[in-house]
């Protein structure tokens, strides 16, 4: 990983316009071709990005760039659309590559886990005709617990919780956000599951477009009878 802190404004060009006014800010370029723009502000969620597969190139300033204190531009091309990200840079206060290794990924613990396998075996309880894309589907920011297909063939994102509260739905919507950027996945709806969900965080997600859906544990699992209860 390459961690870049510089004075620099940035430009997204593309199917979306957007412009970041000269600033210092943390640049992060990683193994996998994605590259991050961001603060010191703002937690963990960059400013802007450009996600995989992409290509960095790094070029001299034009003529006017330079007379207004560019020294070096850093375009960074989407390899499956026409997206590019531009970075141009006035000064460069850090420069350092860090050779992270291969990361085991995020663990989570045992009641998550198994309720993600589960749903990734019974996605027809997300709806009938519904099909499992992949588990963990990745993107620049972190795993999303299930990609899914629903009957008509449109994209789902599942994020899974034992307990489902507004972090959770913060980080599902971060993820939404990215992949629906991704024309090949566009547009993609989005699940919030848990065994239970808080009701500051069901409304949060309702607001957004975000279907929650109650998991048992127990049925799931073929532990719990529910069609054989007496109460």
């Known amino acids: 990983m390459r961690l870049v802190i510089a004075r620099c404004s940035v430009d997204y060009a593309g ?3 957007a412009h970041l ?7 992060m ?5 994605s590259v991050l723009v961001h603060s010191d502000g703002g937690s963990y969620k960059p400013l ?9 190139t790094v070029g001299a300033p034009d003529e006017s760039a330079a007379e207004v ?6 375009t960074v091309q989407s390899a499956k659309t026409d997206d590019r990200l531009i970075v141009n840079i006035h000064e460069v206060m850090h420069d350092s590559n860090h050779e992270l290794g291969v990361d085991p990924g995020l663990v989570k613990d045992g009641v998550e ?3 993600q396998k589960l749903l990734a075996e019974q996605v027809n309880r997300l709806g009938e005709g519904w099909s499992l894309v992949r588990r963990e589907y990745m993107t620049a920011i972190g795993p999303v617990d299930l990609l899914v297909k629903d009957a008509s063939g449109g994209s789902v994102a ?3 919780k034992r307990r489902g509260e507004i972090d959770g739905v913060e980080q599902l919507t971060r993820y939404l956000e990215l992949m629906n950027r991704d024309p090949l996945l566009s547009p993609v709806a989005g699940i919030y599951a848990a065994q239970e969900i808080k009701p500051q965080a069901r409304v949060l997600a309702e607001d957004r477009g975000i279907r929650c859906v109650i998991l048992d544990y127990d049925e799931m699992r073929g532990l719990d009878d529910v069609e054989h209860r007496l109460f």
Request: no cysteine.
């Open 113 to 115: 886990a198994h309720l």
């Open 158 to 160: 599942v994020e899974i």
């Open 69 to 74: 204190g560019v020294v070096e531009v850093w």
């Open 48 to 56: 802007n990005w450009m996600s995989p597969p992409a290509k960095l």
């Open 29 to 33: 370029v990683k193994a996998d071709g």
């Open 21 to 27: 006014p000269l600033a210092n800010r943390l640049l």
């Open 15 to 17: 199917r979306l316009t």
